[in-house]
């Protein structure tokens, strides 16, 4: 049944970052894995907080990001009683929860409503890309808001959820914490958006970055395979030579900074070396009827991937919508300024109900949806009425989230927007809230605590968890 619910300068060691970095970055990998440095944070202090049985039910989480702002109106909040220039060209259709409807371009979610617990009132009052998708990954607002082509701003900017949960992990593996793919989020002048990296936690906790592109040719991921002349043994012997140099920079050997340098360059041999490590980016190991299922897409092979990475042990996998070569400069990827109905129909939200709907039945089979939380999500909406250009404009004031699994109760809505989409009518969530039930949701109380450089406390959210919906 369906539930409705409301209310280069020198740093203080005297090393600089780029002397760090250059030491780093010696080619002894021979490939594209780069090594990084981390501006010491203290080991966060957990302050005890109010749990339920929600409380870190989820072992992964799974976030997609569909930059560019999808239209509530046509996905996950469809109005069908509103003017025309409001509800647009696609109607409602029923789903397997009574009462509660989504747009006729998503029959797979239909399917799987029972699974899904979506937010129709997020709100982040920012209608810029860069600026609302900050937001929108940190939990926290840019500073100034409603700012366009905001560049990274490191070590000032806050962490986003992956670099958090990534240093949070106590466990060390054989494979990332976090994982970023296929690419950064970017705009079409290139500036890539703040809030995708680790900020004021130092790069070395920035999510791992696979920059590759996800088809169906054979489904190798070549950005993951050892250059053709270099095989495990003298990878070996270029770890043996790392070691070799370590020793050598005794002044560095006992730098903080240098020993997090030293980690970060460990990791990236051990999952180059490693064969479970590398046997988890093969999608070529799947059968080929999973690549049907959840779609031979960029989009679709990214979700697929992400559930083997989740599967084998990784804290967080954000699978980014696929921004490519020929994406169209004026509404590239969701950010449907003109002609939004015809890019809905053919290339944008049938991707997605694919591989969603083909994520939420395969977690299930493997018994994985209920320590696995799945989150789609946006930097915004779009605004309420069409244009003269047959889109739709970036609208930050109301929106929508869904969630599944992962302690998250499944068949429900939470929140409402008004009549044309407009603006939260009640329930209203703000990314703070978001983020604060993400890491709730994976054993982390919002009042969680890191320190920055300076030593001054910075809790994991400033939000409030939406226990109505755990």
């Not at 009574?98 to 006729?104: A, D």
């Not at 950005?223 to 053709?228: G, H, M, T, V, Y």
Request: hydrophobic share 35%; glycine share 12%; aromatic share 6%.
């Amino acid at each position: 049944m369906l539930r409705l619910l409301g209310p280069g300068v020198r740093l203080c060691d005297g090393w600089s970052r780029r002397e760090i970095l250059r030491i780093g970055g010696l080619g002894i990998l021979g490939s594209g894995l780069s090594l990084a440095d981390l501006a010491g944070a203290e080991v966060p202090s957990t302050v005890p907080g109010l749990v339920d049985s929600s409380f870190g039910r989820a072992k992964s989480c799974i976030l997609l990001f569909l930059m560019g702002g999808p239209p509530q109106h046509s996905t996950w909040d469809p109005k069908p009683d509103a003017p025309a220039e409001v509800r647009g060209e696609f109607g409602p259709i029923a789903t397997n929860v009574p009462g509660l409807s989504l747009s006729e371009l998503m029959p797979r979610m239909a399917r799987v409503a029972d699974k899904l617990c979506i937010l129709r009132a997020v709100s982040t009052r920012d209608n810029a890309h860069s600026s609302s998708g900050y937001y929108m990954l940190t939990g926290r607002p840019h500073q100034p808001m409603n700012f366009e082509n905001a560049n990274p701003g490191p070590p000032n900017d806050a962490p986003s959820l992956g670099a958090m949960l990534g240093r949070l992990r106590s466990d060390r593996g054989d494979l990332p914490p976090t994982i970023t793919l296929p690419g950064r989020i970017v705009n079409t002048d290139g500036s890539v958006w703040p809030g995708q990296d680790a900020g004021f936690l130092g790069r070395a906790q920035d999510p791992w970055l696979l920059n590759a592109r996800l088809s169906s040719a054979g489904y190798r991921i070549q950005e993951i395979d050892l250059p053709a002349d270099l095989d495990l043994e003298r990878l070996g012997r270029r770890k043996e030579l790392f070691d070799r140099l370590q020793h050598r920079f005794d002044a560095l050997a006992e730098d903080p900074v240098a020993k997090r340098l030293d980690e970060r360059s460990i990791r990236a041999f051990d999952l180059l070396h490693s064969p479970r490590a590398r046997q988890a980016f093969r999608l070529d190991l799947e059968p080929e009827s999973n690549h049907e299922q959840y779609g031979k897409t960029p989009f679709g092979q990214g979700v697929l991937l992400a559930r083997r990475l989740v599967e084998r042990g990784v804290r967080l996998v954000q699978v980014n919508w696929y921004r490519g070569p020929d994406e169209p400069p004026a509404n590239p990827c969701w950010d449907s300024h003109s002609n939004e109905a015809a890019r809905l129909r053919d290339v944008l939200v049938p991707p997605t109900d694919r591989a969603l709907g083909a994520l939420l039945t395969d977690l299930e089979g493997r018994g994985l949806l209920d320590e696995t939380l799945v989150v789609c999500m946006a930097e915004f909406g779009r605004s309420p009425r069409l244009d003269g250009n047959g889109g739709r404009g970036h609208w930050g004031s109301v929106f929508s989230v869904a969630l599944a699994g992962g302690g998250v109760r499944g068949g429900q809505v939470f929140g409402s927007s008004d009549r044309l989409g407009a603006y939260p009518r009640e329930g209203k969530v703000g990314p703070e809230d978001l983020a604060a039930t993400i890491l709730h949701c994976l054993g982390h109380t919002p009042q969680t605590e890191f320190r920055d450089t300076l030593g001054r406390p910075y809790p994991l959210s400033r939000g409030e968890v939406i226990r109505d919906i755990l």
